[in-house]
């Protein structure tokens, strides 16, 4: 297991959220389990990801983070390409 904090400067990611959530895979939205990360290429599958057990995803920085908020007990790590 990693935490998320290790895993955004891994990969040079702006963290939003809890730097100590501890991640052991990574899967689809609909996959993903209580510490499974994800990662969300458009803010249309936002809901989705908010709905799903996964803790965090890794978004695109084409998603606004500032207007979302922080309301949801989610992490994100922000990135140029999620899909990358």
């Known amino acids: 297991m990693k935490q998320l904090g290790e895993l ?3 990969i040079g990611a702006r963290l939003v959220g ?3 959530q501890q991640i052991s895979g990574a899967r689809t939205i609909l ?4 510490s499974d ?4 290429a458009a803010e ?11 803790p965090a995803a890794v978004v695109t920085n084409k998603i606004d983070l500032d ?3 922080t309301k949801w007990s989610k992490s994100f790590l922000q ?6």
């Open 67 to 69: 207007r979302i908020g």
């Open 37 to 40: 990360i994800t990662f969300v």
């Open 31 to 34: 996959q993903a389990s209580k």
């Open 18 to 20: 809890d730097t100590d």
């Open 79 to 84: 990135v140029d390409d999620a899909e990358a």
């Open 8 to 10: 955004a400067e891994w």
């Open 44 to 54: 249309k599958h936002l809901r989705t990801f908010i709905a799903s057990d996964s």
